[in-house]
């Protein structure tokens, strides 16, 4: 089946703008969630959305916005870019089970550079 | 506050020999960890997990130990081989929020080499 899908691959912005970065799940899975990752830091995640409701939030300022659509396809948005947003946005898919042994299926990922 | 922390940014081994990566926690409410590994251009994809009852899990050249009382755990690769060559992620998930939020170490980089 088919693979949890990001688009775009790699963007380049700059300061004051924003951005919209897409994922389309696994076919079935109800649960998107979105994670960060920097140069030496781990992923940190941004929130997630299930059955179109938003279920988890990290800390993250309000500049970073979700959604996700009744086909569980999902969107992330950063407002107000700033050059410490330049990262690899990752996209991740799962049942959604709420706890143990949810194993979260990622795509390869939106590389975002802010100049 | 780093709650999943992986000391060694690197690691390298030969091939055929084992490796080691090692991973500490400080939330004694984290329930459930797995490892993740990441190739370059890729995205993470799961390898093992482990719930915080057991203190032992295998699949094939891959077990993970977790030692609750020290708050560790390790992933054991034997043999190792070249292309198990990645960035590997240590990541964990507790009782008080859903699975899909995970707290990820930094990752270590593993190098196997021929």
């Known amino acids: 089946k088919a693979g949890v899908t990001q688009t775009p691959r790699y963007l380049i912005k700059t300061r004051g703008q924003q951005v919209t970065l897409s994922c389309s799940p696994i076919?079935?899975?109800?649960?998107v969630s979105w994670y960060q990752q920097t140069p030496g830091q781990g992923l940190q995640f941004l929130f997630e959305?299930?059955?179109?409701?938003?279920?988890n939030k990290g800390n993250f300022p309000g500049r970073f916005s979700g959604r996700q659509f009744s086909n569980s396809r999902s969107e992330m948005n950063v407002s107000t870019l700033e050059l410490g947003d330049s990262a690899l946005y990752l996209c991740?898919?799962?049942?959604?089970?709420?706890?143990?042994?949810?194993?979260?299926?990622f795509g390869a990922g939106s590389r975002l550079t802010v100049l | 506050d780093q709650q999943v922390k992986q000391n060694s940014p690197s690691l390298s081994v030969q091939e055929g020999r084992i490796s080691i990566l090692n991973c500490d926690y400080t939330?004694?409410?984290?329930?459930?960890f797995l490892w993740y590994k990441k190739y370059p251009a890729e995205g993470p994809t799961f390898l093992i997990s482990?719930?915080?009852?057991?203190d032992k899990n295998e699949d094939g050249r891959f077990t993970v130990f977790l030692n609750k009382s020290a708050k560790h755990l390790s992933l054991h690769i034997v043999p190792s081989q070249p292309g198990d060559s990645a960035v590997y992620f240590c990541?964990?998930?507790?009782?008080?929020?859903?699975?899909?939020?995970?707290?990820f170490g930094e990752g270590t980089q593993l190098t196997v080499n021929p």
């Open positions: 482990i719930s915080s009852i057991k």
């Open positions: 939330n004694s409410m984290f329930d459930y």
């Open positions: 959305y299930f059955s179109e409701t938003q279920r």
């Open positions: 991740a898919s799962s049942t959604g089970q709420y706890s143990g042994a949810n194993v979260l299926t």
């Open positions: 990541a964990a998930s507790g009782v008080e929020t859903s699975g899909s939020r995970l707290t």
């Open positions: 076919s079935g899975h109800r649960s």
